[in-house]
DNA sequence: GCTAACGTCGGA
DNA sequence: TCCGACGTTAGC
């Protein structure tokens, strides 16, 4: 047991009605999906910057650079969301991967010795936690930390990270990093399926409710549970608002957010 | 081939 | 506008 918000199983009471043998489909990341974080939001909402040793977040501690590699797993290729996970850094990644999601944080790469230096091997020690604690309450804070991205992008941020906005520099950012054209909704003929985003709220919960329309009617509606339903998938492709992918700042306040708020006090929330 | 689930359409 | 049904796509 994490914390009363962790949406792992792991979390989960064996005896949870909402808990499901079976986990249909996780898009989430391996990276985000198990990363745990010596501060927890309140710690970094309570704590003024200079209390909070940000650069030493960024900037593994030599032990922890010295930390040896894991042998008997082989490493892949970094891409950039490893890069950005160093052990404290992945409420800033994530934050500033949101952020540049949403064209409100663009940043100059960062030199190959950076690159290269630091990221692949902190990613392993974000093994263990839960990340989302801090998941509702990102509109709360991430616009006014805006300080702390470039420091991080600056620092963790891999090669040829730059705002993705719009257009086609972001696709091929994306694309170059292992997102298909056909899944980020452009190129192709004919329609193609949108990917869940793995990343708002509804795609984090890992259990169907099965209370709702679409579980109760699955067989025929072919439909994923509405709470799980991806808050980018629920915009219109080219509609408006659409392609900004500011579903993260748009939780607070947001419907869904009070929703969920009322399903964790009712302890019906998965984790 | 099976299953999950996105996209679209038509009815309420 | 919402909802259900269905075709279709995509991953395994």
């Known amino acids: 047991m994490h914390n009363v918000s ?33 501060y927890s939001l309140s710690h970094y909402i309570s704590t003024p910057s200079p209390a909070v040793d940000v650069k030493g977040l960024i900037q593994p501690s030599p032990a922890q650079e010295q930390r040896p590699a894991q042998p008997s797993k082989p490493r892949r290729a970094p891409s950039w969301p490893d890069m950005w996970e160093s052990p404290s850094g992945l409420h800033l ?49 991430f616009p006014f930390s805006p300080a702390l991205f470039p420091l991080a992008g600056f620092q963790m941020g891999g090669g040829h990270w730059r705002s993705t906005a719009v257009g086609a520099e972001g696709i091929e950012g994306l694309v170059a990093e292992g997102y298909s054209p056909s ?32 579980c109760r009617n699955r ?3 072919h439909q ?20 900004s992918r500011v579903s993260g700042f748009d939780l607070r306040g947001s419907d869904f957010t009070l929703g969920l708020a009322q399903e964790r006090s009712n302890g019906t929330l998965d984790g």
Not at 116 to 141: H, I, N, R, V
Not at 204 to 210: D, G, I, L, P
Not at 224 to 243: A, Q, S
Request: aromatic share 4%; proline share 9%; charged share 30%.
């Open 183 to 214: 899944s980020l909704g452009g190129g192709g003929a004919g329609r193609r399926k949108r990917k869940r985003c793995g990343e708002c709220v509804p795609c984090r919960r890992q259990t169907n409710c099965e209370q709702c329309s679409s």
């Open 6 to 38: 962790c949406f792992n199983s792991c979390c989960l009471p064996d005896n949870s009605p909402t808990r499901s043998a079976k986990i249909p489909n996780e898009p989430l990341r391996p990276s985000l999906k198990r990363s745990s974080h010596p």
């Open 224 to 243: 994923i549970c509405k709470y799980r339903k991806c808050e980018e998938l629920k915009r219109k492709p080219g509609g408006p608002g659409f392609d």
């Open 219 to 221: 067989k025929r509606g």
């Open 93 to 141: 990644a994530h934050a500033a991967e949101l952020l540049m999601r949403a064209g409100l944080l663009a940043l100059t790469p960062a030199t190959t010795e950076q690159a290269s230096g630091s990221g692949p091997e902190e990613d392993e020690e974000d093994s263990s936690g839960c990340s989302t604690d801090f998941q509702p309450f990102l509109g709360a804070w």
